[in-house]
């Protein structure tokens, strides 16, 4: 049996743990999914900010499975649509709408739109719930949309999202390239740093 400290992934979306995980594999911890407790379905997310989503997450899972929990909630704010899709990110074209959908929908929004006023960013909050501590951090990057998807890679909005210094979609990135300079990188680098003093992980 691992000895190890375990800390599980609030969150039921197989790419981000992907991401999440290889920011988080040198720490040393058995980092768990959520795939081992099929008893924690869809937490609802009526939260009006990804920190209070994020929360919600990191929460119901800590309160469920007895262990740290960490979560994610993340956003794409678009400047020519006000802030949307947001918080709601994720239903953007309907409760049960796919990644598929919603890119459609933003591009739809986004016709005739210059490239100009094309900007956006994606921002993360990560959270942190154990026992009596509760922690977040925050990751943004900043972009473009662009009129049409490009790349294969990555997932959700990704192939419309030009990141502002490569001029690269994220899915013309490859992993290793994404997680090194993303929204959710970012956001997790600045957990590492809290991790390894909550689990007193000696650095090198
Ligand atoms: P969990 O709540 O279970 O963590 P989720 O997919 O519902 O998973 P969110 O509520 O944070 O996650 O929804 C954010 C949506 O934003 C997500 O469904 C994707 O469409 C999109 N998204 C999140 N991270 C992204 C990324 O790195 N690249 C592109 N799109 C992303």
Redesign the pocket.
């Known amino acids: 049996m691992s000895r190890r400290q375990k800390l599980v992934l609030a969150?039921?979306?197989p790419n981000?743990k992907t991401e999440m995980n290889a920011v988080l594999s040198d720490l040393g911890l058995d980092v768990i999914g959520l795939d081992q407790y099929p008893g924690i379905e869809d937490i609802p997310?009526n939260g009006t900010t990804l920190l209070e989503?994020a929360m919600i997450?990191a929460h119901t899972v800590h309160l469920k499975t007895g262990l740290p929990a960490l979560?994610?909630?993340?956003?794409?704010e678009v400047d020519a649509l006000h802030g949307a899709p947001g918080v709601y990110?994720?239903r953007f074209a309907g409760e049960d709408s796919t990644?598929q959908d919603?890119v459609q929908k933003l591009l739809s929004l986004m016709e005739g739109v210059p490239k100009l006023n094309r900007t956006a960013r994606?921002r993360t909050v990560i959270a942190l719930v154990n026992g009596d501590t509760e922690l977040w951090t925050e990751g943004i990057i900043e972009g473009l949309i662009t009129c049409e998807e490009r790349g294969t890679g990555?997932?959700?909005?990704?192939p419309i999202?030009e990141e502002n210094d490569t001029k690269k979609t994220?899915s013309e990135m490859n992993s290793a390239e994404k997680n090194k300079i993303?929204?959710?990188a970012l956001a997790l680098q600045k957990m590492h740093k809290e991790l390894l003093t909550i689990f007193e992980i000696k650095g090198e």
Do not use: I, P, Q
């Open positions: 969150t039921h979306n981000k997310e989503n997450k979560s994610d909630d993340t956003g794409l990110s994720a990644y919603n994606f990555g997932f959700g909005y990704d999202f994220f993303s929204h959710r």
